[in-house]
């Protein structure tokens, strides 16, 4: 027989306690069960509240705390439940230990309502306590002594035998010190049913929302204003289109405290996942922790930080633009300012001027010459050949379109490639008359 089985109401039936705390324990078996169907960890803080002054001295206070026991046991102290006690931790305490808010484990045969007092009552998970109530079905309602019962909750170190409890997890202590206070880790999160029980995660999604608006902005900038040395690819606007998306979720995360946290758990390494596409070298989601709703503590710091970085991370470019220096009498100068570029990039010289396009490619190449700075002015002065240029049929399609450009491709496979290697950057001679002249050099990424 099941001490939570439905109560059988019949005529002639002499009424015992035993009938209404069995249709008690039945209805709290229902509404539990309902529960968990409909969320399978529909249990946990809705809120906590830490008495930090108290661990200076030694001791843990929760001064407040509200939320569901994994049975299923509703508590709110102090507005309806008792307070644990303070906690004193002894001195022989074990470092990096969790505490853990209890409650003894219901008991079919066990006493579960005491008077108040005695140790015996520590064991118990109610105690009786007299409250006046006043009939509200009449306007001058009488008042009646009324026993009820309110939990007793209690505060406990992971190294304590809890097999007796059920229990959520509040903090850790990672260390006591020579003087006695407890160091608390700051950024634990304890047993949560709402986001509201932490607060410090709560604010890391406020923070991970305008991290990410902030991103999209930069982005939306870049791709709705190009200029010559901006290049707006197909990945910008998709990576704009993911962050869009993301955005109204963190925005609604980080207003509303009382969401379920496995929800926006599940939201998040999604996230992850989308962004890993965009801003790490492998293109696939890292291994994530999986989600502990037990503890908190071992996979959201995880996931936050990791998004963190993500959101942060430089979108690498396909390309990156070389500003050219005019110099006088047709020289101009392309300093580069990471030598690796040289080792392992392509060079594109983009150019346009007020002549016909075919005469253009047809002249240009023979009409400039492109060396290393330290090379340039020695060549044009002896009339030797440079690294070759070679006219691309159509733009890379790593580059910004811009009308009216050609495209000449740096020769890498000629002996003069070599003096590059040790170059501070390149050197552009133009000999010809080409009114209008403009000229764009990329570094194109292999």
Known sequence: MSARNKIVWSNGLFVKPHHFQQQTRYFEQLVNRTALGAE???????????????????????????????????????????????????EGFIANQLIYLCVPLSSDGGVEVQDGGGEAATTARYEM?????????????????????????????????????????????IEKGDDGALKIEEHF????????????????????????ENRAKVIARRVG??????????TDFMLLQLLNRLTPQLRHFARHSALHPRAVFEALIGMVGDLATFMTEERLCPELPAYNHDRPDQCWPAVLDLLRRLITRSLETSAD??????????????????????????????????????RLQRDFTAQSKVASIGRIRELVAKQLPGLPLR???????????HAGYSYFAVDRNTPEWRQMERAEGFAFHVAGDFPGLEMQFWAIKP
């Open 40 to 90: 399978p960890h529909f249990y946990g803080f809705t809120s906590v509240v830490l008495n930090e002054d108290l661990c200076a001295l030694g001791k843990v206070e929760l001064r407040q705390a509200s939320g569901i026991m994994p049975d299923g046991t509703v508590f709110d102290f102090p507005s309806e439940d008792i307070p644990p006690p303070i906690l004193d931790v002894s």
């Open 129 to 173: 306590l007299e409250h006046m109530a006043r009939d509200n079905s009449v306007q001058a309602g009488e008042l009646a002594a009324l026993k009820v019962a309110r939990l007793r909750p209690v505060l406990a170190l992971e190294s304590k035998d809890l097999s007796g409890y059920v229990k959520l997890s509040v903090g850790r202590i």
């Open 189 to 212: 999160v304890p047993t949560m049913l709402h986001l509201a029980a932490a607060p410090k995660l709560f604010k890391q999604l406020y923070e991970l929302a305008s991290g990410v």
């Open 225 to 234: 204003k190009p200029d010559q040395s901006g290049i707006s690819s197909v």
């Open 321 to 358: 633009f070389i500003k050219l220096e005019p110099k006088k009498h047709g020289y101009f100068l392309a300093p580069i300012a990471v030598p690796d570029l040289i080792k392992e990039c392509d060079f594109v010289l983009a150019v346009r001027a007020a002549v016909p396009q075919e």
């Open 391 to 401: 006219l691309l049929p159509v733009a890379p399609r790593q580059l910004p379109y």
